[in-house]
């Protein structure tokens, strides 16, 4: 009987692939997107409105200042030598900050001080017994003493409790001014190494 097998179909050995061509690793560029230098030169108004709010408002910690600033050593690093200078003066801005953030611990501490509840004066519910002329003499005396002191009392803590509040007020908009400096001087030296590499790149 003949052989009704089918012939399985030859195989043809693939043909090698040739490998992918090495990429050369790219220069780090100070116009990533995701860089450190590109947060702080977009965000720092917003930054400083933060490190710059009222005592009663939740503020940057200056652990992250701390943290940005290892942060931007270590991108600064790894960046060309055109790009220093912004770094640099990167810095100088994270200094600001954090010497703003330093002077905001004394006046919150100045302001819970203040805050607390003061115990009421009541001599009348605390005199259960009849008093005689002269008694109750002495004793409006020193009622009214105690009432006069209380007031004085509500006056110093309502100035306490704005007091550091106007102070901070005041100090906040003279950091301001220096702050904003720093932020005006990083952001004209980004855009002068953007168009700077801009430039490079028409001319190639």
Do not use: C
Not at 101 to 125: H, Y
């Amino acid at each position: 009987m003949a052989n009704d097998a089918v012939a399985a179909p030859k195989k043809h050995p693939r043909k090698p692939q040739p490998p992918p061509p090495k990429v050369a690793p790219s220069q780090p560029t100070a116009a990533s997107a995701k860089s450190l230098i590109d947060g702080v030169a977009e965000n720092g108004a917003t930054i400083t409105n933060q490190v710059l709010a009222p005592l009663d408002t939740p503020s940057i910690p200056e652990a992250v200042i701390n943290t940005w600033r290892e942060d931007l050593l270590d991108e600064a690093g790894k960046e060309t030598p055109d790009s220093q200078p912004m770094y640099k003066q990167a810095t100088y801005l994270l200094t600001a900050w954090q010497n703003a953030l330093r002077e905001r611990p004394k006046l919150i501490r100045d302001t819970k001080f203040s805050g607390g509840v003061m115990d009421t004066v009541d001599m009348d519910s605390s005199r259960k017994t009849q008093l005689h002329f002269w008694d109750w003499l002495t004793y409006a005396r020193e009622r009214d003493d105690a009432r006069a002191h209380q007031r004085k009392a509500v006056q110093k803590a309502e100035f306490f409790a704005s007091g550091p509040a106007k102070i901070w007020s005041d100090r906040s908009n003279m950091l301001r001014a220096t702050i904003d400096r720093q932020f005006q001087v990083l952001r004209a030296l980004r855009r002068e190494l953007l168009q700077k590499r801009a430039s490079a790149q028409q001319q190639q």
